[in-house]
Every structure is written in structure tokens, then in C-alpha cells.
């Protein structure tokens, strides 16, 4: 079945550093989303990529879905404490009512 | 104001015990979902529904048993409950669900310790 992969599963950095999470599928797929779930939370939508090469961005961060659309990432500039919290990508196969989730990685700030 | 509610938002319960959780959406939405995230936060679907009917089975104990009595409502019954059951359970709900382009909403989740 479809495998989503994220690294890295855990990320420290000092407030101010910039942050990526990389986004890896076994198969090709239709769309890929992201979400952010922060500590005690429940995941909330932040985006959704559809294009080959698509590059989004909502203020300091940016997505890129891959050429291939098997892979994205995220990547936030100068983070704030308020990043802190869990980014998934969740990807969606053709023809598959799945999304299926990343492993996740989770982002802490230090002050 | 509440787009997807779910009950309780705690549930500690002994070995063996059956319990529910219910989750209710008033956004209008056709899809409804079942997702276990456990204590490493992985997030795993487990069931869907659309228009009241199981579209998504994934591999899941038959303990486990979703029920949808209208298209806002998917609850989830579980029997014989195992202390690996312990996780945080949420609910989710999109607009049509199938091979679309809908972003899901969760709810805020119901965390099930068994002891």
C-alpha cells in the first residue's frame, strides 16, 4: 500500500533558524496536503499542492510539490515560537479515496 | 459555533469495558472519518463514511465498529476494549470525500486511556 515518509521526525532549532520537513511517497500522487497539529491539538489544514513543480507560499512559509509528485516539503524562514507543533503532509494516490498521512515531524522552538 | 464536535474528550476506562465516542459535523459535509493517532503521533484512518455509507474499512479489529445514523454524525463503538487501544481517536470530516481534492477537518480529538 501507499507509504508516506517524513524527515526528520524531530527538529529543534533556535527561534530566528529556518526549518524544512522533506516529504517522501512510494507511489505518484494526485494532490499532496499539509497540515499542522500543534501540542494538544488536533491536526488543522494548512495547504494543498495539485501541480507538478507547484510552489506555494503563505507568509514565511513555503511548499513545493516535486516534479514527479512523489515528493514536497515545507519550509519556514526565521521561525517563531508559535511554529511549535507537528507538520504531516498527507498525499493522495489516482483513483484512491485515501489520504494517507505522513510519520510527521515535530518541530520545537527554542527561545 | 463548533464545525466538528466529538465526545468525550477524555475516556479512561478498565480492560474489557465497551465504550463509544460520538462525533457530530455542522458543516454540511458528506465525508465523515475515523483516524488513531497513538503515542508517537502517527495518524492512521481507520474508517469512512459517505452519505452514511462505509466507503474506508482499513485494517482494524472487528472490536472496532463505526456507525453513521445521518451523514453528520459518525460514531465509533468499541468492544472488549485492549490496552492498546490507548491513543488519541479523531474524527474528520470533507465535503464529498472520494478521489477529490477536499481538505479534511478534524475534530478535537478524544483521548482513550485504558487501564
Known amino acids: 500500500g501507499q507509504q508516506v515518509m517524513q524527515i526528520p521526525q524531530y527538529q529543534h532549532v533556535q527561534e530566528g533558524e529556518d526549518f524544512t520537513t522533506y516529504c517522501n511517497s512510494s507511489?505518484?500522487?494526485?494532490?499532496i496536503q499539509w497540515y499542522k497539529q500543534r501540542p494538544g491539538g488536533h491536526p488543522v489544514f494548512l495547504i494543498q499542492?495539485?501541480?507538478?513543480?507547484e510552489v506555494k507560499k503563505q507568509k514565511r512559509l513555503t511548499f513545493q510539490f516535486g516534479e514527479a509528485k512523489k515528493n514536497s516539503s515545507l519550509h519556514i524562514t526565521a521561525t517563531q515560537t508559535t511554529d511549535v507543533g507537528t507538520y504531516f503532509c498527507?498525499?493522495?494516490?489516482?483513483?484512491?479515496?485515501?489520504?494517507?498521512f505522513g510519520t510527521g515531524t515535530r518541530l520545537t522552538i527554542i527561545p | 459555533d463548533t464545525a466538528v464536535s466529538q465526545t468525550p474528550k477524555y475516556l479512561v476506562t478498565q480492560m474489557g469495558n465497551d465504550k463509544s465516542i460520538k462525533c457530530e459535523q455542522n458543516?454540511?459535509?458528506?465525508?465523515m472519518y475515523w483516524y488513531k493517532q497513538d503515542s508517537k503521533k502517527f495518524l492512521k484512518i481507520m474508517f469512512s463514511?459517505?452519505?452514511?455509507?462505509?466507503?474506508i474499512n482499513e485494517t482494524v479489529p472487528n472490536r472496532f465498529s463505526p456507525k453513521s445514523p445521518d451523514k453528520a454524525h459518525l460514531n465509533l463503538h468499541i468492544n472488549s476494549l485492549e490496552l492498546g487501544d490507548s491513543a488519541v481517536y479523531f474524527c474528520?470530516?470533507?465535503?464529498?470525500?472520494?478521489?477529490?481534492?477536499?481538505?479534511?477537518?478534524f475534530g478535537p480529538g478524544t483521548r482513550l486511556t485504558v487501564l
Open positions: 474528520a470530516s470533507s465535503l464529498r470525500g472520494g478521489a477529490s481534492t477536499d481538505t479534511q477537518y
Open positions: 507511489t505518484t500522487l494526485s494532490n
Open positions: 499542492l495539485v501541480k507538478s513543480g
Open positions: 498527507a498525499g493522495r494516490g489516482f483513483g484512491n479515496e485515501k489520504l494517507t
Open positions: 458543516l454540511g459535509h458528506d465525508t
Open positions: 463514511y459517505n452519505n452514511k455509507e462505509l466507503i
